[in-house]
């Protein structure tokens, strides 16, 4: 399969974006970073902590979910254009195998692309394995018009 090619790439976002820690917002309270950007393709890292944790000692399988969610819209924003932005308006998770320690690394790939959506592809993995796929679709937004609704 050719990989899809993309008309815009914002390098000075992601390397903005790389390494940086959120202070609000899910990612901030997940601690999500991302860890590398590439024309249509974004890598995030997650620690395992404690406050993520259920009472059987597995990491929420919610919080995969968020983290797919955040790389599914993340990936869009340096491939649109200036001024939009991405909105998820599905996505569908599978649930591997438990996660009980250290981090987890999640690769969103775009697979498809139009002006007005995309399709995501996404992988996490935890110490050495494959705990989580997902698939999702995204809505591009353009900015609104001036004086228009």
């Given at each position: 399969?050719k990989?899809?090619?993309f008309e815009?790439f914002?390098?000075?976002?992601?390397?903005?974006v790389?390494?940086?820690?959120?202070?609000?917002?899910?990612?901030g309270?997940?601690g999500?970073?991302?860890?590398?950007?590439?024309?249509?393709?974004?890598?995030?890292?997650m620690?395992?902590?404690?406050?993520?944790?259920?009472?059987?000692?597995?990491?929420h399988?919610?919080?995969?979910?968020?983290?797919?969610?955040?790389?599914?819209?993340?990936?869009?924003?340096?491939?649109?254009?200036?001024?939009?932005?991405?909105?998820?308006t599905?996505?569908?998770?599978?649930?591997?195998?438990?996660?009980?320690?250290?981090?987890?690394?999640?690769?969103?790939?775009?697979?498809?692309?139009?002006?007005?959506?995309a399709?995501?592809?996404?992988?996490?993995?935890?110490e050495?394995?494959?705990?989580?796929?997902?698939?999702g679709?995204?809505?591009?937004?353009?900015?609104?018009?001036?004086?228009?609704?």
């Amino acid at each position: 399969m050719k990989a899809p090619t993309f008309e815009h790439f914002n390098e000075a976002w992601g390397a903005r974006v790389v390494g940086a820690k959120a202070r609000s917002g899910i990612d901030g309270f997940l601690g999500i970073v991302v860890a590398e950007v590439s024309p249509g393709r974004l890598v995030a890292e997650m620690e395992v902590t404690p406050q993520l944790m259920t009472f059987i000692g597995n990491m929420h399988g919610g919080c995969l979910s968020a983290l797919c969610d955040h790389v599914l819209g993340t990936v869009m924003y340096p491939i649109m254009p200036p001024n939009h932005w991405a909105a998820t308006t599905e996505f569908k998770i599978n649930l591997l195998a438990p996660v009980t320690k250290g981090v987890c690394r999640a690769t969103a790939d775009v697979i498809a692309m139009t002006r007005r959506m995309a399709v995501v592809r996404i992988e996490v993995e935890n110490e050495g394995r494959l705990v989580a796929a997902a698939q999702g679709t995204c809505t591009i937004v353009a900015p609104r018009a001036e004086g228009g609704q």
